[in-house]
């Protein structure tokens, strides 16, 4: 039921005109990456998979869809017996993925596969727009642990949750979200709120009250009052009794102020004070730009909390995918299909598609080209050209190649084994190993080559000109 009313009327439509048998192919992509960003993470294949496998309507469905007039008794007895029996290929969660990139491709009845684009697209374009962002304030700290803690920011409890998975793939070590981490195995980590402090009658209490009932977890904030001539030596007077006890005291997180400053101040507090290996989180309204900045400083922050930047992707919060029909068949013979438009920009690509990555011997990725199912790619070298200003081309030699796509679902069954989220976080960290620093430069980065192969711009210009034509006739 997670759908717009409209793939439902279709569905009706399509069986009532006799059509609904005919095969679709579907392909799920983006045409822009957030502002600023130079490539996306793909994520959410796993709800993805958990959606189809689970795709029925019940009693109560049906009950509620017939109370709304629109729909006819038969259609809806079809429903009940409604299962995803098609193809999905799909690019594994954690893959660097481009514009036009089909992430999704689904294979099927146009009944079947016309009801998914809704529920998709809602799954993937958040996920990996989420991944994406936490990639990107991962990469800002360089080298320092991210900690998420948007939950209370994030837009509704599921995205809060899958915000918090989508995060993780894209590297983030630990969540504020209990329910993210039970669910998905996500590390929970956390430190305290103001109230706590502000709840005792005097900071070093509450630094002690904390201390003694978390003695190994003690991460204590440090600006209520005032950071250095309060939160950080009450830190590291019940840091050193911890000590003494033979506990390990974690450190201290700053939350309002200069983070640089405030950070490099309280290093050499803990440092003179013995408390070398203490940790100094900074949060506050962070995101990739103030991270850079602030790290840009000098600053002496180990881990970064980061909330409302991170879950509600703040500076560019919706991520454009669409699912467009590509081919229409009967049998399993496939006619290529186009949707022209006035924007060059929404022009479809035709087809069965498949998109092939290439490497150079040292295992950095060179170009993507989305090319027709069918078309190889061994000779030793290939010259691509751009599909807009096709006289830019680049010719690539002594490459290996990879095509991204994956079989997920044949014939309705799942042939796809889904990974652990901590291996598809490893797998995304050694996809962004492939790209060059350009490609990944937090500002203004290199546009990477995404091109059609020769088939793909070919039929593509073909189906143009056969679309233009029928105009002209009709015209004329
Ligand atoms: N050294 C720095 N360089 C750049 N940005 C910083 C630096 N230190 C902190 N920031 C960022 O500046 C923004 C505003 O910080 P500011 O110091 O005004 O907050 P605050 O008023 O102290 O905190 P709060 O309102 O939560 O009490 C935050 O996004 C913070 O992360
Ligand atoms: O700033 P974010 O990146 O969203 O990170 C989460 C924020 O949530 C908490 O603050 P709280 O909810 O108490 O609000 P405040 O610090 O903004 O007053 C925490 O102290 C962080 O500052
Ligand atoms: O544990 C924390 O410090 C935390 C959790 C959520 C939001 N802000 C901070």
Known sequence: MLTDLYQLTMMQGYRANGCWEKEAVFDLFFRTLPPGS??????????????????????????????LNLFQKDFL???????????????????????????????????????????????VNFETLIATKASRVVAATQGGAVMEFGLRRAQGPDAGTFGARAAFIGGVKSTSNVLAGERYGIPVSGTQAHSW???????????????????????????????????????????????????????????????????????????????????????????????WAIRGQGAAIDAWGVGTHLITSKDAPSLGGVYKLAAEGEKGIFTPRLKVSENTAKITNPGIKKVVRFYNREGKALADLIALEEEEFNSPALTIFDPVQTWKRKTLEDFRTRELLVPVF?????????????????????????????????????????????GLYDLKQKLLREVNLGLEEREG
């Not at 993470?41 to 689970?54: P, R």
């Not at 290929?89 to 992430?103: K, R, W």
């Not at 019940?238 to 003494?244: D, H, M, P, R, S």
């Open 38 to 67: 130079g490539y996306a993470l793909a994520a959410g294949l796993e709800q993805v998979v958990g959606y189809i496998e689970n795709l029925h309507f019940d009693e109560d469905d049906l009950k509620y869809l017939s109370s």
């Open 197 to 291: 402090i502000q709840c005792f009658s005097s900071e070093l209490e509450a630094f002690r009250a904390y201390a003694k009932t978390f003695p190994d977890q003690c991460l204590l904030l440090v600006d209520t009052y005032n950071v250095l001539k309060s939160g950080v030596p009450n830190a590291i007077k019940v840091g050193l009794e911890l000590e003494k006890e033979g506990h390990r005291f974690l450190g201290i997180r700053i939350d309002s102020g200069d983070l640089a400053y405030l950070s490099r101040q309280a290093r050499r507090m803990l440092d003179e004070a013995g408390l070398k290996q203490a940790i100094i989180v900074g949060s506050n309204d962070l995101d990739e730009e103030t991270i």
């Open 410 to 454: 044949r014939g309705g069954r799942r042939v796809y084994s889904l990974p652990e989220l901590t291996e598809i976080q490893k797998y995304a960290a050694r996809e962004l190993d492939t790209l060059w620093g350009e490609v990944k430069r937090l500002a203004n980065p290199h546009r990477y080559i995404v091109d059609l192969s020769a």
């Open 77 to 123: 007895a079809e429903l009940r017996q409604f299962r995803f029996t098609g193809d999905i290929d799909a690019v594994p969660e954690g893959s660097v993925v481009f514009p036009y990139e089909p992430l999704v491709r689904v294979k099927g009845r146009i009944f079947e596969a016309q009801l998914l684009e809704t529920a998709l697209l809602n799954l």
